[in-house]
Structures are given as structure tokens and as C-alpha cells.
């Protein structure tokens, strides 16, 4: 009885509201990032945008003092969480047990090497999802999450009361 107890949670408080100067703040960051990242995919035919980076900016927009919205942790993130979903793809096969088995030993890896970044925990199932091949590594994952962090960089730091990044390694 005391384990189902636990579902009704600490009774702690909601989190503070934004103020609407946040909110769009956030909105513009987002907009930018993904505008970039798909106008760079059309001018040049690569592909570079990927469904976890619309995460990635909830992150570096709306909560960019967060351990999970700094540079290492979304860029080795990403880099670690796709090159595991490739390794068991290609190697293991497509297979709903391979798929679950990338995604375990991605949040894993993450956890053990200090760069987690909740978005990255999607990119196992999206490469098993696109059958994906492995420049997919580098194009989308690799050159996205760096133009991504590059972005944070330069429109975090233009706010007043803004610091970006916490730290770099």
C-alpha cells in the first residue's frame, strides 16, 4: 500500500510562472535555431534538422541554466545517443527488442559520462524509425547540435540578465 501512496506525490509547489518577456524570448531562440537549421537543409541539400532538436530548444530557450541545456550535454547527447541507435541498428537489427536495448544503453551512457540530454534519449528510436545510415551521425546529429549550441550562444548572451553557457566541460 505505501508504494501506491507514492502516486499521489509530495504535494511540493508548481514552479514559478515565465513572465511573457521570457516566454518570447524563448519563442524567438526556437524560431531562429529551427529557421537556421531548415534554411541551411534546403540551400545546401543536407539534412540537418532532426525531430529531438525542437527539444534541444525547449532546453536551451526556456531553461538554459540547466545541466541538461549545456553545450557538452547536447552535443555529445546527441553524438552519443544516435551512434548507439546505429551500432544496434546495423549491428543487432531492427528489431523492437534491438530498438529498446539503444535506448537503454543510451540513457546509460549518457548517465556514466555526464552528458545527459533528455532530447538525445529520442535519437535511438528515430535512427531505427528512418533506417537510418551512418553519415546520419554527422548529418543531421553532429553539424545540428553544434549549429544549435552556437545559436544559444550568441542569442542567450544578447538578454540582460543572461549567462550562456553555465560551463563548457
Known sequence: MN????FKGQGEKLPAKSNINEIIFAWFGGFISIAIIGYLTK???????MGSFGASCV????????????PKNVVLGHIFSTFIGLIFFHFIGN?????ALALATAIAVMIATRTVHPPAGSNPLIVFLLSANWDYLIFPTLIGSIILVIVA???NNL???????EYWF
Open 3 to 6: 508504494y501506491l501512496k507514492k
Open 159 to 165: 538578454h540582460k540578465d543572461r549567462f550562456y553557457p
Open 43 to 49: 540551400s545546401y541539400d543536407n539534412l540537418l534538422v
Open 153 to 155: 550562444l550568441f542569442y
Open 95 to 99: 528489431e523492437w527488442w534491438s530498438m
Open 59 to 70: 532546453l536551451l530557450y526556456g531553461f538554459p541554466k540547466s545541466p541538461f541545456s549545456q
